[in-house]
T-cell receptor, first 115, second 113 residues
Framework: NAGVMQNPRHLVRRRGQEARLRCSPM?????VYWYRQLPEEGLKFMVY????????ESGMPKERFSAEFPKEGPSILRIQQVVRGDSAAYFC?????????????FGNGTRLTVT | DQQVKQNSPSLSVQEGRISILNCDYTNSMFDYFLWYKKYPAEGPTFLIS?????DKNEDGRFTVFLNKSAKHLSLHIVPSQPGDSAVYFCAASVGGSQGNLIFGKGTKLSVKP
């Protein structure tokens, strides 16, 4: 998992607050993906971004969730007005430009707890 | 509707023996399959993958077998080592895209010394 940096590792928010999760991809990787893992579940795709572009957001909830990957700086997953059901592990992954044989490299995740 | 299923939540194997982890899928459009390994409090680590044009891929102690007619793949680890104890996730994608991976729920492997 070395290379994809996520912070914070743990985040506690009260219902109604905002959560911001950050992800810096591996060096040389221009593609970032966000996944969410609920307890006892597999990872679920949320969004795929390149610099300044959202390529696929088919897994993003329609409300309260947004993601960006600016020209400079890390990718940000933002959750507004958090609810208890948002408690989960959020994993970021990166890859070089897509093609067969370029598996995703994941970070160690941010564990969000909503109280 | 689960498109990728790992029906065994857990598996226990003796050190030195073979571990076989299974995965079934329902979407015939999947053309790329991956196995990831995950330790507690860490992110998934890529292990091995296979394209749908192949039926076997081998990397050291790890071999993945794909049976397209049965929509089934398996991961063989031989010989198993205590350090292999982790949760193993099967994942699949369409069009060779690694971005939108569909994951199974995982199988927890315990390798006993």
């Amino acid at each position: 998992n070395a290379g994809v940096m996520q912070n914070p590792r743990h985040l506690v928010r009260r219902r109604g607050q905002e959560a911001r999760l950050r992800c810096s991809p591996m060096k040389g990787h221009s593609h970032v993906y966000w996944y969410r893992q609920l307890p006892e579940e597999g990872l679920k795709f949320m969004v795929y971004l390149q610099k300044e572009n959202i390529i696929d957001e088919s897994g993003m909830p329609k409300e309260r969730f947004s993601a960006e990957f600016p020209k400079e700086g890390p990718s940000i997953l933002r959750i507004q007005q958090v609810v208890r059901g948002d408690s989960a592990a959020y994993f970021c992954a990166s890859s070089p430009p897509q093609g067969m044989g370029s598996p995703l490299h994941f970070g160690n995740g941010t564990r969000l707890t909503v109280t | 509707d689960q498109q990728v299923k790992q029906n065994s939540p857990s598996l226990s194997v003796q050190e030195g023996r073979i571990s076989i982890l299974n995965c079934d899928y329902t979407n015939s459009m999947f053309d790329y399959f991956l196995w990831y390994k995950k330790y507690p409090a860490e992110g998934p680590t890529f292990l091995i993958s296979i394209s749908s044009i192949k039926d076997k891929n081998e990397d050291g102690r790890f071999t993945v077998f794909l049976n397209k007619s049965a929509k089934h793949l398996s991961l063989h680890i031989v010989p198993s080592q205590p350090g292999d104890s982790a949760v193993y996730f099967c994942a699949a994608s369409v069009g060779g895209s690694q971005g939108n991976l569909i994951f199974g729920k995982g199988t927890k492997l315990s390798v006993k010394p």
